[in-house]
């Protein structure tokens, strides 16, 4: 099993940057594939971004050249630096660690709030 804690949401303008880290506990993060969903107020969760256990990665289109995913498997730590950002960028952000062996797991969120 795994917990995640997810860190580094605010209020920021149209334009500018924000990083969250997702902190992992425990020995196997590097058996994960590890991801950045969100959910926008009154719309359903969805998936931002994905980073394999290799480090290859994947985007949402509308996050594509904006967002960059990274993980750090000697840290247990994976990290989404967000740039340009936009006010459809409001969500709170969830950072999900999942394994067809060992499961899914999420962290309780974190809030990211752009202003126009």
């Known amino acids: 099993q795994v917990q995640l804690v997810e860190s580094g949401g605010g209020l920021v303008q149209a334009g500018g940057s924000l990083t969250l880290s997702c902190a992992a506990s425990?020995?196997?993060?590097?058996?994960?594939?590890m991801a950045w969903y969100r959910q926008p107020p009154g719309k359903q969760r969805e998936s931002v971004a994905h980073?394999?256990?290799?480090?290859?990665?994947n985007y949402a289109d509308s996050v594509k050249d904006r967002f960059t995913i990274s993980r750090d498997n000697t840290k247990n730590t994976m990290r989404l630096q967000m740039n340009s950002l936009k006010p459809e960028d409001t969500a709170v952000y969830y950072c999900?660690?999942?394994?067809?062996?060992?499961?899914?797991?999420w962290g309780q969120g974190t809030q990211v709030t752009v202003s126009s």
């Open positions: 999900k660690a999942y394994n067809a062996l060992l499961g899914d797991f």
């Open positions: 425990g020995s196997t993060f590097r058996l994960y594939v």
């Open positions: 980073i394999t256990r290799d480090g290859i990665t």
